[in-house]
């Protein structure tokens, strides 16, 4: 599902490059779930956002469902994204004039699904998450853990092969980050693959296999977890 053979990512900052990312090599099969733990400043967030076709490498070759992403334009990258990845983040990024139908409906609409469709494919996933009596509330009018819900239901609704989730719990209490991650685990066993960014080792104990990333590169890999 995901292959990676020597990514190479470099910014430049104060007239010195920055090497963000150095000869990462690793895969993801399909349905998968596989975390990714770093320290901040680690390359993790560059990393995920090459995965998440958000940005491309300076060099290598990275194959998303066995397309070879390292030649697309901008447009493309953005089709593939739409077509394959579902992304959730720490700090939700929900819309607040929306509730939250209205919220997981989106994805929909930028790829021209017709409003009745939509609608329904939203309610469903809304309901896989727990917030069926929750739909016409606002962001404000819900919790963090609901919120982090909504955003897995927008994630799920345009049904990605992959789930790409970024420090999914760093703004939750324990308890309620616990709840998310079951939710994960749920949806793995369904068979989504899932690449969870995580600087937190109890988090990444939750996956099958870890990674970690140090200083941008892939330190080693971790025993899959029982």
Known sequence: MIK????????????????????????VADGEYVAII??????????????GCLDVQDSGSYKLAGTDTSKFSGRQ???????????????????????????????L???????KQRRQRAEEALSIVGLADR?????SQLSGGQQQRVAIARALVANPQIILAD??????????????MDIFEKLNAEGKTIVLITHDTNIAARAQRSLSIVDGRIGFEAQEVM
Request: proline share 4%; aromatic share 6%; hydrophobic share 35%.
């Open 4 to 27: 990676m053979e020597g990514i190479n990512k470099c910014y430049r900052l104060g007239g010195e490059n920055i090497h963000a990312l150095s000869d990462v090599s690793f895969n």
């Open 38 to 51: 770093g320290p901040s400043g680690s390359g993790k967030s560059t990393l995920m956002n090459i995965i």
């Open 77 to 107: 990258l953005a089709k593939l994204r739409n077509t394959h990845i579902g992304f959730i983040f720490q700090g939700f990024n929900l819309l607040g004039r929306l509730n939250a139908l209205e919220n997981v409906e989106l994805p």
């Open 109 to 115: 609409i930028y790829q021209g699904v017709r409003r």
């Open 135 to 139: 739909m016409k509330h606002r962001p």
């Open 167 to 180: 420090e999914p719990t760093g703004n939750l209490d324990t308890s309620t980050g616990a709840e998310i």
